[in-house]
């Protein structure tokens, strides 16, 4: 019965990067009918700003301050937007590369919910560790272009490395990737990389 958060990073209709995670999801449902799923839109959700106050509080965090008022409040938000991601108990990630790199609204969900103390922690003896564990996570980008390992051009693919990253830093180990790619050629190139992406979704899934 593990509830799993879809984390949407698309805000396209035809989305090829939702298409994949979909075909995981529902591959997934099948196989175990008690799970349920909740989708974050993340250009739908109300985000809290990350800037003045918020930022403060953070910097508060870090170096070991008591928060001001405001800073208590706009903590109060980012703590209760990481309270509801740390509730699951596996996540799915779908995005689209855009000019290399995320779309701004994930970042700036990633940006909201990578907090000291939260998701990571930090000892002068230990460094930087995780606090996000034994949770799995599969991550489903598209890109108009190849990027793919032997492609050549994996060096500016900073779409599914930083997402890789991102969710090691919070301690995740379980970390699956499935790319579709190209999805900007020829109609029967792209009909085969959303075949071979949704092949590659239903055979994690299984
Ligand atoms: C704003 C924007 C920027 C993009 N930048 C890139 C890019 O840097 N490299 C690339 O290969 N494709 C780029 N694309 C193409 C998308 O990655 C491609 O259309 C992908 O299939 C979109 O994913 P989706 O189908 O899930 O929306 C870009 C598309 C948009 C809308």
């Given at each position: 019965?593990?509830?799993?958060?879809?984390?949407?990073?698309?805000p396209r209709a035809g989305s090829l990067s939702t298409l994949?995670?979909?075909a995981y999801l529902a591959a997934h449902l099948a196989k175990h009918p008690g799970d349920t799923v909740?989708?974050?839109?993340?250009?739908?959700?109300?985000?809290?700003?990350?800037?003045?106050?918020?930022?403060?509080?953070?910097?508060?965090?870090?170096?070991?301050?008591?928060?001001?008022?405001?800073?208590a409040a706009a903590w109060g938000a980012v703590v209760e937007t990481i309270e509801h991601f740390k509730s699951f108990d596996a996540f799915v990630v779908s995005a689209p590369m855009w000019n290399f790199g995320v779309p701004y609204a994930l970042k700036h969900y990633l940006d909201v919910i990578a907090q000291?103390?939260?998701?990571?922690?930090?000892?002068?003896?230990?460094?930087?560790?995780?606090?996000?564990?034994g949770k799995p996570v599969t991550l489903f980008s598209a890109s108009g272009g190849d990027y793919r390992p032997g492609s050549g051009a994996e060096?500016?693919?900073?779409?599914?490395?930083?997402?890789?990253?991102?969710?090691?830093?919070?301690?995740f180990t379980d970390i699956r990737t499935v790319r579709v790619?190209?999805?900007?050629?020829?109609?029967?190139v792209v009909e085969a990389a959303k075949e071979a992406a949704t092949k590659e979704a239903r055979a994690l899934a299984a």
């Open positions: 019965m593990a509830k799993i958060l879809h984390i949407k990073a698309s994949a995670a979909e909740e989708t974050l839109d993340v250009f739908a959700a109300e985000l809290p700003a990350f800037d003045g106050a918020t930022l403060d509080a953070k910097y508060a965090v870090m170096s070991g301050q008591s928060h001001s008022p405001e800073q000291p103390g939260q998701t990571f922690g930090w000892t002068p003896e230990k460094g930087y560790f995780g606090l996000v564990l060096a500016v693919d900073f779409t599914t490395p930083y997402l890789e990253w991102i969710f090691k830093f919070f301690g790619a190209p999805t900007a050629a020829a109609p029967e």
